[in-house]
Structure formats: C-alpha cells, structure tokens
C-alpha cells in the first residue's frame, strides 16, 4: 500500500522556523522526484519546491526561496523541507507528492503550518 505521511506542521511564531517531514512506503522513493506544495484556506493549490531523485537538482518557487531548503534521505524514504524564517503568508497546509511519470501522483495527507504576526 502506498502512502505519504508528513509530519512537522503546528505553530510559529513570525521569524521562526519548522522542518517538515514527509515518509514514503509502499513505493521505491528513490525513484522519484518528489516535491512540496502547499494550500492556504481559499486558495488554490500551489508548488513550493522540488527535488529530483538522488536530491542533485532542487528548485524553489520565488516566494520561498532564500526561506526554505528541500532535501532528502533516500535510505530513510523520507524528504524534508527545512523552512526559516516564515511569514504569516507562509500559513497553509503542506503536502508532499511523488511525481510518477505515466501514472498517477502520489500524495500525502498534509500537515498544518501556522505561522502568527
């Protein structure tokens, strides 16, 4: 059975930081390149970063960037987005999806990010 479980959300304070974790079974994750998006109330779904398979080639969308580091542990099945220094606009929740290609996307269930003024 597949599954993405991410974990690491909760609250914050403006300037703080959280690392998130997202865990991979069911499924080989080296495989796969693997990215981060996030969903905030009343918005639509949006990607915040990606990174390919053996973790070479990362890529951050412009309102994260210089904020947040995506990586990964392949031997652990498991990739992280480190973010710093996160704003009240960073408040959504997160999810992680593996990128399948000729199939379907895998994702997670997310997890809650607060981020207080």
């Known amino acids: 059975q597949v599954q993405l479980v991410e974990s690491g959300g909760g609250l914050v304070q403006r300037g703080g930081s959280l690392r998130l974790s997202c865990v991979a079974s069911?499924?080989?994750?080296?495989?796969?390149?693997m990215s981060w998006w996030r969903q905030a109330p009343g918005k639509e779904r949006e990607l915040v970063a990606s990174i390919d398979n053996i973790g070479s080639v990362k890529a951050y969308e412009d309102p994260v960037k210089g904020r947040f580091t995506i990586s990964r542990d392949n031997a652990l099945n498991t990739v992280y987005l480190q973010m710093n220094n996160l704003e009240p606009e960073d408040t959504a929740v997160y999810y992680c999806?593996?990128?399948?290609?000729?199939?379907?996307?895998?994702w997670g269930q997310g997890t809650q990010v607060t981020v207080s003024s």
């Open positions: 999806k593996a990128v399948i290609p000729r199939g379907t996307d895998y």
């Open positions: 069911g499924f080989t994750l080296s495989r796969y390149t």
